[in-house]
């Protein structure tokens, strides 16, 4: 069975930092292009960041570029978002999806998990 589970969210000041963290099982992330996505009480889910299976493609929304930074290691199926100067506006539900391509292109055969709750509140 593909899975993919998110950890390392949480409550956190403005200006904080957190680390998400995207495990896969049930196969190998090696191969696939990942992405980070991030959906907010009554908005449409965004794409935050992609990386592609090398690593060396990564791409990262206007609103979080030179914040946040995005990273992969293959060797233990795992996919991370390092997350920095953290903004209320970042506040919203972070999903790591796999396969995912450039432009944040998700095929229907992806697997998404189960979502991380990120809350950026004084």
């Known amino acids: 069975q593909l899975r993919l589970v998110e950890s390392g969210g949480g409550l956190v000041q403005p200006g904080g930092s957190l680390r998400l963290s995207c495990a896969a099982s049930?196969?190998?992330?090696?191969?696939?292009?990942v992405g980070w996505f991030r959906q907010a009480p009554g908005k449409e889910r965004e794409g935050v960041s992609s990386?592609?299976?090398?690593?060396?493609?990564?791409n990262y929304a206007d609103s979080v570029k030179g914040r946040f930074t995005i990273s992969r290691d293959n060797a233990k199926n795992m996919v991370y978002l390092q997350m920095n100067s953290l903004k209320p506006e970042d506040t919203a539900i972070y999903y790591c999806?796999?396969?995912?391509?450039?432009?944040?292109?998700?095929?229907?055969?992806?697997?998404w998990g189960q979502g991380t709750q990120v809350t950026v509140s004084s």
């Open positions: 999806v796999a396969p995912c391509y450039s432009d944040y292109y998700i095929p229907d055969f992806a697997s």
């Open positions: 049930g196969f190998t992330l090696d191969g696939y292009g």
């Open positions: 990386i592609n299976s090398g690593g060396g493609i990564i």
